[in-house]
């Protein structure tokens, strides 16, 4: 009885840990207050993996320095891209800034000009996580997903079934 009642508080723990972090992470992405970018080069190794996702936060633009790592549109064909800034060419509200991923030798083809009044700069960095996320979204997972739950609800059925004892009838 002891086990049962552990366990029972175990798992309410851990929903209610689960719910507060899916609820904080929810909130910080609908206020702009983070974004999650999934990496899907390893232009920025050995820093930054393939398949990595990277935590990134507001700043102001024209706080820029050399070494941080942003996130921004390529000027050239608008990807999102995951590079850090390793020239400041020129300071104030919009500033230029030329970038690199760490794998490469030389920078980027472009000198980026920063349009807006904030910057999205790299605070973290969740290994491997962006390959789930993209395999979370394929119709095989869907598919997988659905399934689970059907056999799930099927087995708590039965059990319920089994479960149910047969009424006494009196003796008289």
């Known amino acids: 009885m002891r086990t ?3 366990t029972t508080r175990f798992a309410t723990l851990a929903l209610v840990v689960t719910a507060t972090l899916t609820t904080a992470v929810a909130a ?11 990496v899907v080069s390893g232009s920025m190794r050995p820093a930054i993996q393939q ?22 549109h390529a000027p050239d064909d608008g ?16 500033p230029v800034v030329r970038t690199r991923g760490d ?7 472009w000198t980026l000009r920063l349009e807006d009044d904030i910057v999205w700069t790299v605070r973290r960095t969740v290994p491997a996580v962006g390959a789930a996320l993209v395999w979370s979204r394929s119709p095989a997972a869907r598919m997988g997903v659905l399934v689970t739950g059907a ?5 708590l059925g039965l059990r319920a079934i ?8 009196d003796a008289a």
Do not use: C, M, N, Y
């Open 151 to 155: 056999i799930l609800f099927v087995l």
């Open 51 to 72: 398949d990595d996702l990277v935590v990134a936060t507001p700043k102001p633009a024209r706080s820029v320095e050399t070494g941080q790592v942003l996130v921004f």
């Open 103 to 109: 794998a490469a030798r030389t920078p980027d083809p």
């Open 79 to 94: 990807r999102l891209t995951v590079h850090r800034v390793v020239e400041v060419l020129e300071r104030g509200d919009r």
């Open 4 to 6: 049962r009642t552990t």
């Open 28 to 38: 910080g992405l609908a206020t702009d207050q983070w974004r999650v970018v999934h």
């Open 162 to 169: 089994w479960a149910a004892r047969p009424a006494v009838a």
